[in-house]
Each structure stands twice: as C-alpha cells, then as structure tokens.
C-alpha cells in the first residue's frame, strides 16, 4: 500500500465541468505539495499548503489541507482541455524523518 | 525551467546487464533525488543526495546505488538489471533548506526497459 493514496485514479470530464481530486493517508504530514505532470515530462510544483485547514488557491483551482493534516484535495473550476495531466500529491510524513512520498496519481482527462 | 538534464533520454537492455543513468543540473542546488515512476503508483524515491558524497536511501532503494563526486552530477547505478526495473526514470533538484516545503524541479525523464 502507498502511503498517499490519491482518488480517483482516472478522470475523464467535459470542458466546463467541476471536478475535485482526493488525497489521503493515515499519516500526519507538516505539509503537502501538489504537482501537474503533462505526458513525455517531470512533475511541475503547483503549490504546497502547511498549515491544517488551509486553503489556497491558484486561478480556476483551489487546494485545501485537511485540519488532521492528513488528506488533501484539489477542486478545478469550469475544466479546460489545459487541465489535462497527472495530479501528484507529496510530502513528508512527520514520523520518517526525510523521506519524501508521492501519491498514487490522478490522470485528467478535460475533454472539449 | 531548471537546468537539468538526463543521459541517456531511452535504453532497452538485458536482464543481468549493469546500467548507469546520469542526472546533471547547472543550478548548483544541493539536493538531487532519483524517483522511478510505474502506473498506479505515481513516483517513488529511490535514492537522494544531499551534497556531495552524502546519500541516503529512499523507498524503493534495493537493487540501485548511487554516487555523486560532484555538485553537478548524480548517477543512479542498475547493478544487474531485472525487468521489474522496467520504468521511467526521473532526476528531481532542490535547493532545499526544507525537504517538505522546498520546490523539486524535475529532469525530463529516462525510458529504461529490461528484457
């Protein structure tokens, strides 16, 4: 088992449409970051939230850190086909000193 | 984008055949990892750098090694591949004074199949 398990795993939307990707584990993390992979390339950093409850967002998607700091999520306004890619949550998890996760991975797909 | 670069970009090689992969940046960050990516489980830490000389082991670490003589240079070492190394291999740098909250930036990627 991953110990940042992301859902759901694929996603295939109409341009326009809300959407929000989940991630979670039983794990307490000082923060978490979320990344955007577009095919053939590495993960581009979107944003990182430290502090549980936080809220953070950036243009049309909106990022929210659970108070336990446990799960995150991310929530995208009126889709565009520019969405599309993997969504990556990470961190480090209090109890392992300096060992860095990703999650599982969602794969957007924003269809025009 | 960061400077970072990723040699060789596509190898397909033999079980039991040795295997280096080299990550090189021109940021002079100090950090610099070693991630595999396999579907279903999103990107996995096999190695990190924290300077040169000084590694340490991440998730996935049994069957690589790694060795960094220089700032620059990162090298991710297949003793005698297997084909569950089969994978996309990505390089990522910090400059990391906060492994949590340091932004990595990533190489474009190593297409690695072991037959």
């Known amino acids: 088992t991953q110990l940042l398990e992301q859902s759901p795993q694929f996603l295939s939307i109409q341009e326009g449409e809300n959407l929000t990707v989940y991630c979670n584990s039983s794990?307490?993390?000082?923060?978490l970051q979320w990344y955007r992979q577009e095919p053939g390339e590495g993960p581009v950093l979107l944003v990182t939230v430290v502090t549980g409850g936080e809220v953070k967002k950036l243009k049309r998607l909106t990022f929210q850190f659970g108070d336990a700091r446990k799960d995150s999520s991310l929530h995208i306004t009126a889709a565009q086909p520019g969405d599309t890619g993997l969504y990556l949550c990470?961190?480090?998890?209090?109890?392992?000193?300096?060992?860095?996760?990703f999650g599982t991975g969602t794969s957007l797909t924003v269809i025009p | 984008d960061a400077g970072i670069t990723q040699s060789p970009r596509h190898k397909v090689t033999e079980t039991g055949t040795p295997v280096t992969l080299r990550c090189h940046q021109t940021?002079?960050?100090?950090?610099m990892y070693w991630y595999r990516q396999d579907p279903g489980h999103g990107l996995r830490l096999i190695h990190y750098?924290?300077?040169?000389?000084?590694?340490d082991k991440g998730e996935v670490s049994d069957g690589y090694s790694v060795s960094r003589s220089k700032t620059e240079d990162f090298l991710l070492t297949l003793e005698s591949a297997t084909s569950s190394q089969t994978s996309v291999y990505f390089c990522a740098i910090s400059e990391s004074t906060s492994l949590s909250t340091d932004t990595q930036y990533f190489g474009p990627g190593t297409r690695l199949t072991v037959l």
């Open positions: 940021e002079n960050h100090r950090y």
């Open positions: 990470a961190g480090v998890p209090l109890n392992t000193g300096n060992q860095f996760y």
């Open positions: 750098s924290y300077g040169v000389k000084d590694t």
């Open positions: 794990s307490v993390f000082s923060s």
